[in-house]
Every structure is written in C-alpha cells, then in structure tokens.
C-alpha cells in the first residue's frame, strides 16, 4: 500500500517537472515573450517597402500597394513604441516571403487583422460579438475590422481630438456623418470641439456595438439620453432642463416604455421613446425652426403615431414640462383648483363625519345618564 504511494508521488513528481520544463521550452519560442536570436531590423524590410512604386498584384486583378511609410510608421502607437515590423509580421523573417493565399485587397485585410489580437486580445474578445464582427463572420466583407479604424502601420490616439471619432466611422456611414455633423450634437462638436456632447460612440460603444434595430436596444435607449441629460453640472452649462427623463417616465409613453424595459425587454413596443419625437442623428434644438418638436413640426411628429391627432392634440399635452402660470397656465390652474379643492372638499367631509360622530356618542352618554 504504502509503496503504491510512493511510487504515485514520484510519478507525480517527474510529470509536473516534464511539465514546467516543457512549457518553458514552449515559451522560449513564443516569439512575443521572448524573440528569436535574429532578429531583423526594420531597415532591412524598409529596404524594399519604403519604394513608393513596389505593388504586387492578387489573383483577382487588384493591385496591392506594398508601401510603408517609414516616417509615418515611427510617428504611431507602435512606432513610438520602437516596435519591429516582425512584431506583427512573426511570419516573415526575410526574403523571399511565403506565398499569398488572398484572393483580392479586401481578403488579404480580413485575414491580416488576426495579427492585432497578439496583443489586444481583450479588445478582440470585446469585438467578437459585435455587429461588425457578426457581419464580417456571416460574409459581409465591407463591416468594419481593426484596420479600417485604426490602420495597419499608423494606428494613433483614436479619439484624439475626439472629432476623430465620427469621422473614422464617416469612411463607411456618410449619410449619417452628414446628418450627425448638422445636429445640436455633432455641430457642437465638430465646430466647438464640445467635449460635453455624444460621439457616435457614446451611444453606441466601440468595440462592441450592438444591433441598434432590437426591441431590446429601443426600450434602453432613454438611458442613453438620460446619462447626460439627468447630469445636472453638465446641463446647467447649457440651461437645459434635467427634468427631461422624470417627466417622460411620468407620461403615459414613458411609464409603459419602463415597465417594458424591466418585464419584457425584448417585446417590441410602439409606445415613444426619447427619439421618435427628437429624432436619432438630426436632434435639434428645440427652437430650431428644423426641430421634430419646435411648434410648427410637433402635430407631424406626433401623427406618426396618432394619425387622427388634430392641432389641438400637441397643445392637450405638458410634454417635459410641470406646468406653470407661465408654461401651460391652463393646466397649471386646472391642477391648482384640484389640490385646493378635493383637500377641501374631503377635508370637509371628513369634519363632517367627525361632527356627526361625536354627535352621536355625546346623545348615546345622555342618553345612558338619563336612565
Ligand atoms: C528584398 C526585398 C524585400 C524585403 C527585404 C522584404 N520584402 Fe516584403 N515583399 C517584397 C516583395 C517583392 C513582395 C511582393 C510579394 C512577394 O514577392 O512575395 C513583398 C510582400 C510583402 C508583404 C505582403 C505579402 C505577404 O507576404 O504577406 C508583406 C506583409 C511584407 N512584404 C512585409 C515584409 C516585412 C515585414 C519585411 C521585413 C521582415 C519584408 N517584407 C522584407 C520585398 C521585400
Ligand atoms: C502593429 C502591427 C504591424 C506592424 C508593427 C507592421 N505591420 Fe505591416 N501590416 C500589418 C497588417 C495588419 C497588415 C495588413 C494591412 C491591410 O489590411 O492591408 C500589414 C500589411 C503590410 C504590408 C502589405 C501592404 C499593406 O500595407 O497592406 C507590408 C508591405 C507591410 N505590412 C510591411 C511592414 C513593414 C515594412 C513594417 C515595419 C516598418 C510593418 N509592416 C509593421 C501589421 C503591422
Ligand atoms: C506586438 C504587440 C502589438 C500588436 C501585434 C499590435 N499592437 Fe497595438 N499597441 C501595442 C502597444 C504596446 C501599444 C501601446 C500601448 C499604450 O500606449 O498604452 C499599442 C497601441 C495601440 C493603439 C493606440 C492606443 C492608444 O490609446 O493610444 C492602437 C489604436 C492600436 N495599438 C491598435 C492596434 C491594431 C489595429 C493592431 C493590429 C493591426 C495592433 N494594435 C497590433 C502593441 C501591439
Ligand atoms: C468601428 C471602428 C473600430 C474598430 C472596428 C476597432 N476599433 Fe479600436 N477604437 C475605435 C475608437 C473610435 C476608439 C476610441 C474609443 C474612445 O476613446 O472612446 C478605439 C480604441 C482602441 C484602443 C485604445 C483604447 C482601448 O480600448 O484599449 C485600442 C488598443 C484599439 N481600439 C484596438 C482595436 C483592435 C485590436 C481592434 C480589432 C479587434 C479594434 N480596435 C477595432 C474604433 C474601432
Ligand atoms: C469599413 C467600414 C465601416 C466603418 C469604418 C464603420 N462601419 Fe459600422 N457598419 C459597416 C457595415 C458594412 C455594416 C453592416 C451593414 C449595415 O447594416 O449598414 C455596419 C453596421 C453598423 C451598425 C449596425 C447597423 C444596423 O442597421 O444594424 C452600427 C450601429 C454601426 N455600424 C456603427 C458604426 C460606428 C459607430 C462606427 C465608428 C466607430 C462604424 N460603424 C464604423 C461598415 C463600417
Ligand atoms: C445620441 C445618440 C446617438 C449618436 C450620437 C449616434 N447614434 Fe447612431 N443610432 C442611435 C439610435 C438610438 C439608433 C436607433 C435608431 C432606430 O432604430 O431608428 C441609431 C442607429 C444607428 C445605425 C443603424 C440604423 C440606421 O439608421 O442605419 C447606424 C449605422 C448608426 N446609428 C451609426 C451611427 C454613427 C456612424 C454615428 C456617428 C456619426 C452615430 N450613429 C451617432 C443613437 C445615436
Ligand atoms: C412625445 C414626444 C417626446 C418624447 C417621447 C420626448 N420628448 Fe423631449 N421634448 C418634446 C417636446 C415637444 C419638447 C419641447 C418642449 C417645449 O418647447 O416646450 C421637448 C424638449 C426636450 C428637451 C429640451 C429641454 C430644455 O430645457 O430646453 C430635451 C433636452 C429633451 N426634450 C430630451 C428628451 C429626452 C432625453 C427624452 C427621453 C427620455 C425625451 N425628450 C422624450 C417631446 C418629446
Ligand atoms: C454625452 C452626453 C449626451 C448624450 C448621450 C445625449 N445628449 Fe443631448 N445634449 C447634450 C449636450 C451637452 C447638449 C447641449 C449642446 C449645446 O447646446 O451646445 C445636448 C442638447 C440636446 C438637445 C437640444 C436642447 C436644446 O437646447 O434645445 C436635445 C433635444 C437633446 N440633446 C436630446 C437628446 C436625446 C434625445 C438623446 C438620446 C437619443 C441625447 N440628447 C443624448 C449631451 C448629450
Ligand atoms: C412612436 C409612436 C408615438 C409617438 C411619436 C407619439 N405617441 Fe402618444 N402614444 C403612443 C401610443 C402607442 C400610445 C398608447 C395608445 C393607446 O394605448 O391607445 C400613446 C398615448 C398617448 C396619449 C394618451 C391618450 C391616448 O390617446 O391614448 C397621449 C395624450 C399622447 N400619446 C400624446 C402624444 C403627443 C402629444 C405626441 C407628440 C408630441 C405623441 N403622443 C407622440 C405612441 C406615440
């Protein structure tokens, strides 16, 4: 018994240290931890790639430009880093290089981005699940990879200035570019440099954007808008109402768009949310005379829904507003009448009551004196 012992702990013993031995063989050749002896200098691939002129033609037809900008390459992230073009390139140690399987421009890019997750790995496990990696992996080629944002060799400080960030995503958005760049939001941005207003980013993330076309997306979205615009320091700047998100869950939109986000959030739902009355790309100010809810546009954009609403419909409305002799005066008195009047009238009823009972138990004492 014992020896069987023994013997398992030996054996224990000698595969742990085969083990360790052998993963650290394994890592002595990761190229990333620990490079290999030879390694080559980026003069050496510059000797060739910076030529304007060298190209290499794929088997579609399409020519490759096989430039690279050595000044350009030593201004970026990697650069600067003092990284090796072997860094990202493990698989070329000199020339001749091995065969190219790509077929066009396009194939080469989707199958050369793998090369980013050596060391971002964690933005690559983020992004695995976006829309753009679900397009690319279900043969939509034109979605977005790493390098249509970043670039291969020139990757800097992405949202630095931070207009950069629309328009990375102009390259494949444009029409939504152009309407972002006139909205209240992106002219501040792009003409201010407002640092208080959202990029395309904000609201719908980097690595991981999402479907935005989902029930579930739809019954968040409130708290996209309401992340700032509950943010009292940055909306006094612009004195505007922080009142904007109480007030619509308060409405009769908003109170079933909340319960809907907490019981079904996947149900569709036809109920308003913050942008079918503002708009999505194009929100305006709201005297803007182009503004979805400026007085003159506001039936319109409440017909989308109630097609039957006349001119008076809008205006039976407080909207974000609690009324006020000055704001909705009408609503404010008809309001006021009823907190003066039903506390009086029950006030009064209840003293009635009151009155009449102790009546009652006064006459049942005399009475009970009398006899
Ligand atoms: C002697 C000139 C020469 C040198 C040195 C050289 N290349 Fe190339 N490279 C070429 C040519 C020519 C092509 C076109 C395709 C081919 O002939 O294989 C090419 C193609 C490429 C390609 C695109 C096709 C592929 O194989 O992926 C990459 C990437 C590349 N080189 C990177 C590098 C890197 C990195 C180095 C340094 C380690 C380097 N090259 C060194 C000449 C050179
Ligand atoms: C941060 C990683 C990285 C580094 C560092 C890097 N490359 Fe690349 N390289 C790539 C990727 C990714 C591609 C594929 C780009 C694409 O989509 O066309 C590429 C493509 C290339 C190509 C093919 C033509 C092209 O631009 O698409 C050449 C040539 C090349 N690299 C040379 C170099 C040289 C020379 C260096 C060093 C000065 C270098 N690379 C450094 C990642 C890198
Ligand atoms: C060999 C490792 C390595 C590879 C491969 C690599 N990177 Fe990097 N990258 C780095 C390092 C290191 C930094 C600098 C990190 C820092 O400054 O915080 C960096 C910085 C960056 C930055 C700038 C981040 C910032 O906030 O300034 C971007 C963008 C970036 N990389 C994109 C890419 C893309 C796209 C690829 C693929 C083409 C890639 N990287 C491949 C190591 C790598
Ligand atoms: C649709 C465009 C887009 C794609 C695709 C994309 N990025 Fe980014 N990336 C950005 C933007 C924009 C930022 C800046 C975000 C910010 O600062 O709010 C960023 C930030 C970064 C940063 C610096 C900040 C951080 O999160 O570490 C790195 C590194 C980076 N990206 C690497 C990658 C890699 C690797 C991939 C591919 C797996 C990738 N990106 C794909 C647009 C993109
Ligand atoms: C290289 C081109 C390219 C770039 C750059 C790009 N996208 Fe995309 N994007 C696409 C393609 C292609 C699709 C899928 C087709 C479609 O639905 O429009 C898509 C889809 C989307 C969708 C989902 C659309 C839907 O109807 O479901 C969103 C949201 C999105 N992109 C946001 C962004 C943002 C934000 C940026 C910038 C950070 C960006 N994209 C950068 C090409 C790009
Ligand atoms: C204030 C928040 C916000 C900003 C800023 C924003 N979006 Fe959107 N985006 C949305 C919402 C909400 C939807 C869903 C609209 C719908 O379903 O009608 C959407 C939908 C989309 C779609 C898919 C539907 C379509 O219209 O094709 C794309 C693509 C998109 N956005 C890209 C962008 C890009 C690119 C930018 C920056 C230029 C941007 N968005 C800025 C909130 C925003
Ligand atoms: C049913 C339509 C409707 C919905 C839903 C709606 N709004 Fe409004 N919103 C309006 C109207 C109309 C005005 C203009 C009120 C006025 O001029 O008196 C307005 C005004 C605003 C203002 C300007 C306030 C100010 O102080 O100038 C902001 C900000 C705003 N809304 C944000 C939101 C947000 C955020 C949501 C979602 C949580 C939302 N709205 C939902 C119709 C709507
Ligand atoms: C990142 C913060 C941020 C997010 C997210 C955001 N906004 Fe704004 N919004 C602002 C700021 C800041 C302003 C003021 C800009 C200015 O006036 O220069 C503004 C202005 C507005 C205005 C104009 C108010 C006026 O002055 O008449 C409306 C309407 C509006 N936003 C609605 C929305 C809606 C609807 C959403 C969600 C779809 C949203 N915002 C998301 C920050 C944000
Ligand atoms: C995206 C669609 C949509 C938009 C835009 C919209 N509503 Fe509604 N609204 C609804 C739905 C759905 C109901 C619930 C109707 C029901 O249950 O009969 C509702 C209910 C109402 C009610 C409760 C009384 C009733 O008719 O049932 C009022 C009042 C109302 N909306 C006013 C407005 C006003 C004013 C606007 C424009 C500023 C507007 N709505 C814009 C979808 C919308």
Redesign the pocket.
């Given at each position: 018994m014992r020896l069987r012992w023994i013997s398992f702990g030996i054996a224990l013993l000698l595969s742990t240290t085969a083990a360790i031995l052998f993963t650290s063989v394994a890592r002595a050749s990761d190229p990333n931890d620990a490079p290999p002896p030879a390694q080559i200098e980026n003069q050496v691939c510059l000797g060739c790639h910076s030529n304007r002129n060298l190209t290499m033609k794929l088997p579609s037809g399409e020519t490759l430009s096989l430039f690279t900008d050595q000044a350009a390459f030593n201004a970026s992230a990697h650069g600067r880093q003092g990284q090796r073009c072997t860094a990202c390139h493990t698989n070329l140690t000199g020339y001749p290089h091995p065969p190219v399987t790509a077929r066009d421009v396009r194939d080469f890019s989707i199958q050369m981005y793998a090369i980013c997750r050596q060391c971002h790995d964690k933005v690559y496990q983020q992004s695995i699940d976006s829309?753009?990696a679900k397009?690319i992996a279900a043969g939509?080629r034109?979605?977005?990879i790493c390098t249509?944002?970043h670039t291969a060799h020139y990757a800097g400080k992405p949202s630095e200035p931070r207009s950069r960030?629309p328009q990375?995503?102009q390259?494949?958005?444009s029409t939504i570019y152009n309407q972002y760049r006139e909205s209240v939001h992106g002219a501040a941005l792009l003409d201010q440099s407002n640092p208080d207003v959202p990029t395309?980013?904000d609201c719908?993330g980097?690595h991981n954007?999402g479907?935005?076309?989902t029930a579930a997306f739809r019954l968040k979205s409130p708290e996209i808008c309401a992340k700032c615009h509950t943010d009292k320091a940055r909306m006094r700047k612009y004195n505007i109402s922080t009142n904007v998100m109480n007030t619509y869950v308060a409405d009769f939109h908003g109170s079933t768009i909340e319960l809907f986000e907490k019981q079904a959030p996947n149900q569709p739902t036809n109920k308003a949310v913050c942008y079918d009355c503002h708009g999505v790309h194009d929100i305006r100010q709201i005297n803007d005379p182009k503004s979805t809810v400026i007085k003159e546009n506001l039936l319109k954009t409440c017909q989308q829904c109630h097609p039957d609403a006349t001119a008076s419909f809008p205006a039976s409305w407080t909207s974000h507003f609690d009324a006020s002799p000055t704001k909705y005066p009408a609503v404010y008195y008809v309001n006021l009448f009823y907190t003066i009047f039903i506390p009086v009238i029950i006030g009064g009823m209840l003293g009635f009551v009151a009155l009449d009972f102790a009546r009652r138990l006064l006459n049942r004492f005399q009475k009970s004196g009398d006899a």
């Amino acid at each position: 018994m014992r020896l069987r012992w023994i013997s398992f702990g030996i054996a224990l013993l000698l595969s742990t240290t085969a083990a360790i031995l052998f993963t650290s063989v394994a890592r002595a050749s990761d190229p990333n931890d620990a490079p290999p002896p030879a390694q080559i200098e980026n003069q050496v691939c510059l000797g060739c790639h910076s030529n304007r002129n060298l190209t290499m033609k794929l088997p579609s037809g399409e020519t490759l430009s096989l430039f690279t900008d050595q000044a350009a390459f030593n201004a970026s992230a990697h650069g600067r880093q003092g990284q090796r073009c072997t860094a990202c390139h493990t698989n070329l140690t000199g020339y001749p290089h091995p065969p190219v399987t790509a077929r066009d421009v396009r194939d080469f890019s989707i199958q050369m981005y793998a090369i980013c997750r050596q060391c971002h790995d964690k933005v690559y496990q983020q992004s695995i699940d976006s829309i753009h990696a679900k397009d690319i992996a279900a043969g939509n080629r034109n979605a977005a990879i790493c390098t249509d944002c970043h670039t291969a060799h020139y990757a800097g400080k992405p949202s630095e200035p931070r207009s950069r960030i629309p328009q990375t995503c102009q390259k494949c958005h444009s029409t939504i570019y152009n309407q972002y760049r006139e909205s209240v939001h992106g002219a501040a941005l792009l003409d201010q440099s407002n640092p208080d207003v959202p990029t395309c980013v904000d609201c719908h993330g980097v690595h991981n954007i999402g479907d935005p076309t989902t029930a579930a997306f739809r019954l968040k979205s409130p708290e996209i808008c309401a992340k700032c615009h509950t943010d009292k320091a940055r909306m006094r700047k612009y004195n505007i109402s922080t009142n904007v998100m109480n007030t619509y869950v308060a409405d009769f939109h908003g109170s079933t768009i909340e319960l809907f986000e907490k019981q079904a959030p996947n149900q569709p739902t036809n109920k308003a949310v913050c942008y079918d009355c503002h708009g999505v790309h194009d929100i305006r100010q709201i005297n803007d005379p182009k503004s979805t809810v400026i007085k003159e546009n506001l039936l319109k954009t409440c017909q989308q829904c109630h097609p039957d609403a006349t001119a008076s419909f809008p205006a039976s409305w407080t909207s974000h507003f609690d009324a006020s002799p000055t704001k909705y005066p009408a609503v404010y008195y008809v309001n006021l009448f009823y907190t003066i009047f039903i506390p009086v009238i029950i006030g009064g009823m209840l003293g009635f009551v009151a009155l009449d009972f102790a009546r009652r138990l006064l006459n049942r004492f005399q009475k009970s004196g009398d006899a």
